[in-house]
């Protein structure tokens, strides 16, 4: 089912702010920035090489979900991300166990992936997001 660790999600309150951060302390690289408006997020992509890339996530809006986590929670490491071959087909492995999600399908994520979410609950307190990426039809 779970084919490496994809990223590693950290909410962060100002992106540019975090971005120095990442990128003078720890010498990462930007390889990417988007804003997904389904839910209400901004995005940065880190690299560096032989880690795991860093996804930045910032709110859009007072009503996005990390708006929420950080009035909460703070700062700090949102989520991991397990890139998957097949959704739905980790969807149903997870199902099947009694896991506890909180998408029950797939949808729309960064970079045209399928993504889902794992509940906290069912995985020691750890936000397990599922993603597949974006398959090129090559005719």
């Known amino acids: 089912m779970i084919r490496k660790v994809d990223h590693i999600g950290i909410a962060v309150s100002n992106i540019q702010e975090s971005l120095k951060i990442w990128k003078d302390l ?7 920035k988007e804003t997904v408006e389904e839910e209400g997020i901004v995005l ?16 859009l809006d007072e009503d996005s979900p990390i708006k929420k986590f950080l009035e909460k929670r703070g700062e700090g490491i949102h989520h991991i991300c397990f890139e998957v ?11 099947e166990k009694g896991v506890r999600l909180i998408h029950e399908e797939a949808r729309k994520g960064a970079e045209g992936s399928q993504i889902a979410f794992i509940h906290p609950k069912s995985v020691n307190g750890v936000l397990v997001e599922l993603k597949e990426k974006k398959r090129f039809d090559l005719k």
């Open 26 to 32: 720890f010498g990462f690289d930007v390889f990417g």
């Open 44 to 59: 940065a992509f880190l690299k560096k090489e032989g880690v795991p890339p860093i996804e930045l996530i910032a709110a």
């Open 85 to 95: 071959d097949d959704i739905e087909t980790a969807l149903e492995s997870v199902k």
